[in-house]
């Protein structure tokens, strides 16, 4: 008597099935100006939009994306001034928190994104809280990694910043010119990671070649002095908080010397379902915990349908 044959899967069909979703790279003009971002996953997937810190750029999401692109519509763009999309004179162009939420607003509309949620970090916190106050009704949900809404965590690396929102002479200016060099850029990635051999160092150098070009210093300036005018929407962050209650996951490098873990824990307050973790590593947290980071999203979020 003869077996029946057992249907094989053909090897194509089979390695596409297990294939990743390809990354795509595009840039758009949005507002006369080049902005680029990567994008991977299905259409009609749920939409994570990715917002990046300083001194980095969407390259900071580079093992995150594929990773999460199975389940959501991935999306990450650059800032004007970081990574790959343009860097106008500041002649022409304000480099200041607000501008940068209009040009997300304005990636988000010329995709045609109702509904988002957003992975925010550092200076993507700000920003994704701007556009949270314009478009509430958008908002899915959070994850917060190391991104400040509480003056808690302002502590100590940010006295000299401060001094500088209080009196923008030169000489304060100049004095935060330490945090645009090749060390200081290095220090953000190692500073608070137990085991260094997990860094790349890709990283912090594709980071400084960005800040490099002439000009990107005084745009980097200019930002860190803008950023004292997040600091007044702090409760109208909060607020949103409140009202809305976005489903948040707090995933927290609770070794960050820049946003330290004082930040993290007063969400609670505003958010009282939130999951927190904080994790053994430092500002980057992505770099050393990049799968752990990226399973607890999954889970968070498949358990909230």
């Known amino acids: ?32 100006v080049d902005v680029f971002y990567r994008e991977a996953g299905e259409q009609h997937a749920p939409v994570l939009l990715l917002l990046h810190g300083f001194p980095t750029s969407s390259s900071m999401f580079r093992n995150l994306i594929p990773r999460l692109a199975s389940s959501f519509r991935v999306i990450a763009p650059d800032y004007p ?47 994704g809280y701007r556009l949270a106050l314009r478009h509430p009704e958008k908002v899915a949900g959070l994850i917060v990694q190391n991104g400040n809404a509480y003056e808690e965590g302002l502590l100590e690396f940010w006295d000299p910043i401060k001094k500088y929102w209080q009196d923008a002479t030169p000489a304060n200016r100049a004095a935060l010119n330490f945090l645009v060099s090749p060390d200081a850029t290095k220090w953000q990635y190692q500073n608070g990671v137990s085991d260094l051999t997990l860094l790349d160092p890709t990283t912090w150098t594709l980071d400084q070649l960005g800040l490099d070009r002439p000009g990107n210093g005084d ?30 996951l707090i995933v927290w490098g609770k ?8 930040g993290a824990a ?11 973790h904080l994790l053994d590593t430092g500002h980057f947290a992505l770099e050393t915990h990049g799968e752990e980071i990226a399973s607890r999203i999954e889970k968070f979020f498949a358990q909230r349908g």
């Open 81 to 127: 001034g970081y990574g790959f999309s343009g860097m106008p004179d500041r002649a022409t162009f304000s480099y200041t928190f607000e501008n940068m939420t209009n040009i997300v607003e304005g990636l988000t509309e010329k995709m045609g994104l109702s509904k988002y949620s957003m992975y925010v970090m550092d200076y993507g916190a700000p920003i």
């Open 1 to 32: 008597m003869t077996a029946l044959a057992t249907p094989i899967e053909s090897p194509t069909a089979a390695a596409a099935s297990s294939q990743p979703l390809a990354v795509r790279y595009h840039t758009v003009r949005i507002a006369d």
């Open 219 to 248: 745009i980097q300036l200019d930002m860190l002095y803008d950023y004292g005018t997040n600091v007044p929407l702090y409760p109208e962050f909060q607020a949103f908080f409140r009202e809305y209650q976005p489903p948040t």
């Open 266 to 276: 007063p969400y609670k307050r505003d958010l009282p379902s939130v999951e927190t």
């Open 255 to 262: 070794n960050d010397h820049i946003f330290p873990a004082e």
